[in-house]
Nanobody, 124 residues
Framework: QVQLVESGGGLVQAGGSLRLSCAAS????????MGWFRQGPGKEREFVAAISGSGAYTGYADSVKGRFTISRDIAKNTVYLQMNSLLPEDTALYYC?????????????????WGQGTQVTVSS
């Protein structure tokens, strides 16, 4: 099975940047669609960004388009989320997730493996 560990979260002021990393283990990683989701306090888990197994296709929530970039390095078994121009509303626990399929998906129900999350806090 696939195991995921997120890192790179922290406290940053509005307008700043952070780069999240998701280290994956498991033979199926290179073929798995990957995604980033987030959940703020008292809020539902929401889609942030996703990338296909090949890395050729990406998708973003409207709220982060133009600010966040998802990428993957298959050789390093790592998925990244570059977050620029951060806003207070970006504050959340960010989760990395992996599908059991190679295609891109935007709903959490379609992801099978999840990391423990990394906290991102953006101050105003």
């Amino acid at each position: 099975q696939v195991q995921l560990v997120e890192s790179g979260g922290g406290l940053v002021q509005a307008g700043g940047s952070l780069r999240l990393s998701c280290a994956a283990s498991g033979r199926t990683f290179s073929n798995s669609g990957m995604g980033w989701f987030r959940q703020g306090p008292g809020k539902e888990r929401e889609f942030v960004a996703a990338i296909s197994g090949s890395g050729a296709y990406t998708g973003y929530a409207d709220s982060v388009k133009g600010r966040f970039t998802i990428s993957r390095d298959i050789a390093k078994n790592t998925v990244y989320l570059q977050m620029n121009s951060l806003l207070p509303e970006d504050t959340a626990l960010y989760y990395c997730a992996a599908r059991r399929f190679s295609s891109l998906a935007t709903t959490p129900e379609t992801y099978y493996y999840w990391g423990q999350g990394t906290q991102v806090t953006v101050s105003s």
